[in-house]
């Protein structure tokens, strides 16, 4: 029986040494609302930053349907089947009301879970906007201490999840379904604006040539938009998760794109301006748990609501009440 992480020398070892039982219980650590978990977690990450950053951060979002699932799965057992360590961040849509998660990434990835080189952490969203988990960057800096070559995120594929995820990731692909059409039409301009590759997915069987054509439309669409990148143009390619048909041609993209964006300096302006968006998701964070925290100001809170609510106090001069309140505290 392993021995549970009591230090954080305990759990900075365990990780660097790529224990995924440890590095299980270092996220459930990052994790915790609990204010004495915080500040461990704060300091073994401290700990583990000079050992992060290497890894490649791969964002796949899609339509709910789209076989995000099962083209993750395929993907990492092909990464792991050339020799690449994988690590599967998959974000579970939470519970507004309960903040409850079915958590069942594992039940669907059964053959990527028994994989040694792969590693499946479901996580709760719990209500964070964009289905995106507020602790997903700490989770990707302890994946990539523990060695793992490259972090896939799956997200939940709602509304707003794709910007979120893209200012954490390295490459961001958008995963489509065959016969665009109507589909085209009412798609987001904004995916399209931030995805480094589209995919369109189920392309085997009788959907094959409607993938094609699906795939020539978009490139169409991408046609008329400008590149959010100078060193790179976003390919539109055909997959099949079910029989991982063209996933090698899916990785030699995402190498490819890290490689111009590298050659150009902008990879590492990429990381750099994520690395200060996480300072400043942080501080706004860190803010909010003041204001949680404080019984007086969660009181005056209820007073000015109350006083807005009834008319007798505009919204801007309650949330300068509240922020005076706040700096005085």
């Not at 995000?68 to 092909?78: N, P």
């Not at 997200?155 to 692909?173: H, P």
């Amino acid at each position: 029986m392993i021995k549970a992480p009591q230090t954080i020398e305990d759990f900075e070892t365990g990780i660097l040494a790529g224990n995924r039982t440890v590095l299980a219980r270092a996220i459930t650590l990052v994790e915790s609302q609990k204010s004495e978990h915080g500040k461990k977690a704060q300091e073994l990450l401290l700990k583990l930053l000079p050992q992060s950053g290497k890894a490649l951060r791969v964002g796949i979002t899609g339509v709910p349907g789209v076989g995000k699932s099962t083209t993750i799965e395929a993907l990492g057992l092909y990464l792991t089947s050339i020799g690449k360590k994988v690590a599967v961040l998959a974000v579970d849509p939470s519970s507004s009301i309960t903040g409850g998660s079915i958590l069942g990434d594992k039940t669907r990835m059964q053959n990527l879970s028994v994989e040694p080189n792969a590693f499946i952490r479901p996580s709760p969203t719990s209500g964070t906007l964009g289905g995106v988990t507020k602790k997903t960057r700490e989770t990707m800096a302890l994946c990539e201490a523990a060695g793992f070559d490259v972090i896939l995120i799956e997200t939940v594929g709602v509304g707003q999840s794709e910007t979120a995820v893209a200012e954490m990731v390295d490459f961001f692909l958008c995963l489509m379904l065959p016969g665009a059409g109507d589909e085209l039409q009412g798609i987001k301009k904004g995916i399209l604006e931030i995805a480094d590759m589209i995919a369109v997915n189920k392309a085997d069987g009788e959907n094959e040539m409607r993938a094609k054509q699906a795939a020539s439309e978009y490139r169409a669409a991408l046609h008329i938009l400008t590149p959010q990148s100078k060193n790179w143009s976003p390919p539109v390619i055909t997959i099949s998760g079910l029989t991982g048909q063209g996933l090698d041609h899916l990785w030699e993209n995402i190498e490819a794109h890290r490689t111009a964006l590298s050659a150009s300096g902008e990879f590492e302006e990429r990381r750099n301006n994520q690395a200060a968006t996480w300072m400043r998701e942080m501080v706004e964070a860190r803010l909010l748990a003041r204001l949680s925290e404080n019984d007086e100001i969660i009181q005056l809170i209820e007073t000015c609501e109350a006083d807005v609510r009834s008319g007798t106090l505009t919204a801007t001069l309650a949330a300068d009440k509240i922020l005076k309140a706040l700096g005085n505290s």
